[in-house]
């Protein structure tokens, strides 16, 4: 099975920087994606780490270290856009091929 | 238009009710997607279909009925649903049924 565990709820100052911790536990590892997802939007890609290390995108990057099944998203500059909850989602390979499970999603608060 | 659009966005109906959301993608996609989304609860995958042939059942009770007459569409038949039931309904789709989804606006149910 998996247990994919990141926090419910954090706040944060516009301008600021603000990190989202994902921990995992799998087996047969095959990549983690960030997605985001606005209230009553539908959620968007933001990021995809399969190797160990730091994607940049922009504003945002994201870390991934597989040996200790952990990942962030890290948000730079915030705006008050970025309030919206965030999902860490793992991927793992089964017999009959890739499947992706989703956490729980952390829900960013910006304020001024 | 945007890449995957669903129909209805809301949806309220009784008990012994049978009503069918809709989905549709303009984006080549080969695989699409039936996901549950619950208050405080991750995103629950319900469906897979990958070039119309249903690969992921994830034990759904036999209310909620899929259908992918192509590889453009995707719909989620709905009869004698519960209360329980009541969640927003996703859809996505992707190029393969590993790779990045893109996901719709998603249809809220309510069960009365």
């Known amino acids: 099975g998996q247990n994919i565990d990141q926090p419910t709820e954090m706040t944060a100052t516009e301008g600021a920087i603000v990190q989202i911790n994902c921990t995992y536990q799998?087996?047969?590892?095959?990549?983690l994606f960030w997605y985001q997802q606005h209230a009553g939007e539908a959620p968007t890609f933001l990021s995809y780490?399969?190797?160990?290390g730091l994607e940049e995108k922009g504003r945002f990057s994201s870390f991934l270290s597989r040996s200790k099944g952990y990942s962030y998203l890290l948000l730079k500059e915030l705006q008050m856009k970025d309030s919206a909850s965030y999902l860490c989602?793992?991927?793992?390979?089964?017999?009959?091929?890739?499947?992706?499970?989703f956490g729980t999603g952390t829900q960013l608060k910006v304020e001024l | 238009e945007t890449g995957v659009t669903q129909t209805p966005r809301h949806l309220v109906m009784g008990m012994t009710n049978k009503k069918s959301l809709k989905c549709e993608q303009h984006?080549?996609?080969?695989?699409m997607y039936w996901y549950k989304q619950s208050a405080k609860k991750p995103l629950e995958l319900m469906f897979v279909?990958?070039?119309?042939?249903?690969?992921e059942n994830n034990s759904v009770p036999s209310r909620f009925s899929p259908e992918c007459p192509n590889s453009s569409h995707l719909f989620l038949h709905l009869h004698t649903l519960q209360p329980e039931d009541s969640a927003l309904y996703l859809c996505?789709?992707?190029?393969?049924?590993?790779?990045?989804?893109?996901f719709g606006e998603g249809s809220r149910l309510t069960v009365l």
């Open positions: 799998t087996s047969g590892f095959n990549g």
């Open positions: 996505a789709s992707s190029q393969d049924w590993t790779g990045e989804l893109f």
């Open positions: 279909y990958s070039l119309e042939e249903r690969v």
């Open positions: 780490n399969v190797l160990d």
């Open positions: 989602a793992v991927r793992r390979f089964t017999g009959g091929g890739n499947k992706l499970t």
């Open positions: 984006l080549g996609h080969n695989a």
